[in-house]
């Protein structure tokens, strides 16, 4: 049974930090690129990272490059996010999202296998 399963979420003060997690079993990681994407109510989710299944390189939205660094421990089959400097505009519910994909793309659709998200909330 494929799982993904996102931890490390809560409230944060800004300019505090944050280490998401995606625990993931069911399937082999090796394989598979791992995305990290955000969502606030009545919005798209947005892809903030991507790690590549390969040589774990990765990608990162634009305005979050920088703050977000995402990485992955294969013998361990969990991928996470660390998160810097957080701002009000971090807020959100954040997903891992895998995919057997050879590039890292922000397509949701481009994913197979998804978490249930963990609510992060960026507030003084």
């Known amino acids: 049974q494929v799982q993904l399963v996102e931890s490390g979420g809560g409230l944060v003060q800004p300019g505090g930090s944050l280490r998401l997690s995606c625990r993931t079993s069911g399937f082999d990681l090796n394989y598979y690129a791992v995305a990290w994407f955000r969502q606030v109510p009545g919005e798209r989710r947005e892809g903030v990272s991507c790690i590549y299944s390969g040589d774990a390189s990765a990608e990162y939205l634009n305005n979050v490059k920088g703050r977000f660094t995402t990485s992955r421990d294969n013998a361990k089959n969990e991928v996470y996010l660390e998160i810097t400097n957080l701002n009000h505009e971090d807020t959100g519910v954040y997903y891992c999202?895998?995919?057997?994909?050879?590039?890292?793309?922000?397509?949701?659709?481009?994913?197979?296998?998804w978490g249930q998200g963990t609510q992060v909330t960026v507030s003084s």
């Open positions: 999202a895998a995919g057997r994909l050879s590039v890292c793309v922000f397509r949701p659709d481009w994913y197979d296998h």
